[in-house]
């Protein structure tokens, strides 16, 4: 007795077949999205190319020693040998302050948020969405409010240190949400391991926690003093003088920074102004240049450790 043989056919499979055609449909598509984001591309770098070759011929005549160690005259016979000194050390006084003031109290304040915070009281939300509404706020808001409570109501003036407790409160947003998200990126079986060891919450978060996300919050704190360093409208609000000759000695000195002195130079009508401008916006990318390597170099270095 012969056993039947069965036999079985084979359909093609029809999702994969759509899935086929729908990729054959989208490939045009797609096609025009990459070359539309290709050309977006192109058209940024190119506008950025544009400026900085701009800069670089206005200003090459002047990019010597004179351009940091002369102070700014308003004689154009002494143009040739003018320079930015004073608003060269103001930046450098208010961007240090700016460090030490904004650093501290933002990373402290994403920890806490982070790690400690319960999400369910209304105070830590209603502070959550404070924070993320500040880092909306233009400048000029936080400028007026420096005018009115620190500059009058608290007697400080028109000094270095009203300037640096402004762009603190300006960039502190910044520092705060780069941190936190630096701090989430770190995996929970870092945080479960430590506490299997029997690590307390702090011994966790100061040995395992924070030494991981060191990398995104060296990046997150360098682009918000990078922000705070370019800063033009809050410190014109505050009282930065447009023209000094002299470098502020104290937090209550008189100041100006690059932003100012450059708006200063471009705004005058002779062409030595325009190029002793242009040097400055130099002098000014190279110190934000050197602040995002310093960034970069710490964030390789604890990447490759830990």
């Known amino acids: 007795m012969s056993t039947p043989t069965i036999t079985t056919e084979t359909r093609p499979d029809s999702s994969a077949s759509g899935n086929a055609l729908t990729q054959r449909r989208s490939r045009p598509g797609e096609v025009a999205f990459r070359l539309a984001m290709q050309a977006c591309l192109l058209i940024a770098f190119g506008v950025l ?58 990373i402290l304040s994403a920890i806490y948020l982070e790690e400690y915070a319960d999400n369910t009281r209304w105070y830590n939300r209603l502070l959550e969405l404070n924070i993320q509404n500040l880092a909306g706020v233009p400048s000029i808001i936080f400028g007026i409010l420096g005018l009115g409570i620190i500059a009058r109501a608290l007697g400080l003036g028109f000094t270095v240190i009203t300037a640096a407790i402004v762009l603190s409160l300006l960039v502190l947003p910044v520092v705060i949400i780069a941190t936190r998200e630096a701090i989430r990126a770190v995996p929970q079986s870092i945080r479960h391991a430590s506490y299997a060891l029997g690590a307390t919450k702090w011994q966790t978060v100061s040995r395992q926690v924070l030494p991981s996300a060191v990398p995104g919050i060296a990046t997150g704190s360098i682009l918000a003093l990078s922000r705070a360093i370019g800063e033009a409208a809050p410190l014109i609000v505050l009282g930065a003088v447009t023209f000094i000759t002299f470098n502020p000695d104290g937090l209550d000195s008189g100041y100006t920074a690059l932003p100012i002195q450059i708006y200063t130079f471009i705004t005058r009508s002779q062409s030595e102004y325009t190029e002793l401008a242009a040097g400055a916006i130099v002098l000014l990318l190279a110190i934000v240049l050197a602040m995002n390597s310093i960034a970069i170099f710490v964030r390789n270095r604890f990447e490759k450790r830990w």
């Not at 010597?64 to 003018?82: F, I």
């Open 49 to 106: 190319a544009a400026l900085l070759t701009w800069v670089l011929v206005k200003g090459w005549n002047r990019l010597d020693s004179r351009l940091w160690t002369e102070m700014p005259t308003g004689l154009v016979s002494r143009l040739d040998s003018a320079g930015v000194q004073s608003a060269l050390v103001g930046t450098l006084w208010i961007i240090s302050l700016v460090a030490v003031i904004c650093l501290p109290i933002g």
